[in-house]
């Protein structure tokens, strides 16, 4: 596989190559299962959105306009699916579609 850069010279990663990656923290995942807004100033993370709910926001120093906030449902749901992920300078917000119940979201940030 190579990965391409902005400079011009490829990154070449072959099967055994190491890659070093940097901890950027711990996940902070939402364990009390109570749905609503939180604030988690990881990379990494979890919250809840409840029955008939379709926003969150999640307040994280991270974060800024110019970031980009992966999020995936983690919640076995038929109906609900993700319709949008907008960062902010501070927070981002998660908005769903479609939940019969209480959703779970899995949430990272790349800046």
Same mark, same amino acid.
């Given at each position: 596989m190579?990965?391409?850069?902005?400079?011009?010279? /490829?990154?070449?990663?072959t099967s055994?190559?190491a890659i070093?990656?940097?901890?950027?923290?711990?996940?902070s995942?939402?364990?009390?299962g109570?749905p609503?807004?939180?604030?988690?100033n990881t /990379?990494?993370?979890?919250?809840s959105?409840?029955?008939?709910?379709t926003t969150?926001t999640?307040?994280n120093s991270?974060?800024t306009a110019?970031?980009?906030?992966f999020?995936?449902?983690?919640?076995a749901?038929?109906?609900a699916r993700?319709?949008h992920v907008?960062?902010?300078?501070?927070s981002?917000?998660?908005t769903?579609v479609a939940?019969?119940?209480?959703?779970?979201?899995?949430?990272?940030?790349?800046?």
């Open positions: 190579t990965l391409r850069a902005a400079s011009a010279n /490829p990154a070449t990663i055994g190559t070093g990656l940097t901890n950027l923290g711990t996940t995942a939402d364990s009390s109570t609503g807004n939180q604030t988690s /990379p990494s993370g979890r919250c959105i409840a029955a008939a709910g969150v999640v307040t991270l974060v110019a970031s980009r906030v999020a995936v449902i983690a919640t749901d038929a109906t993700l319709s907008v960062p902010g300078a501070g981002f917000t998660i769903i939940a019969t119940g209480t959703t779970n979201i899995n949430w990272f940030v790349i800046n």
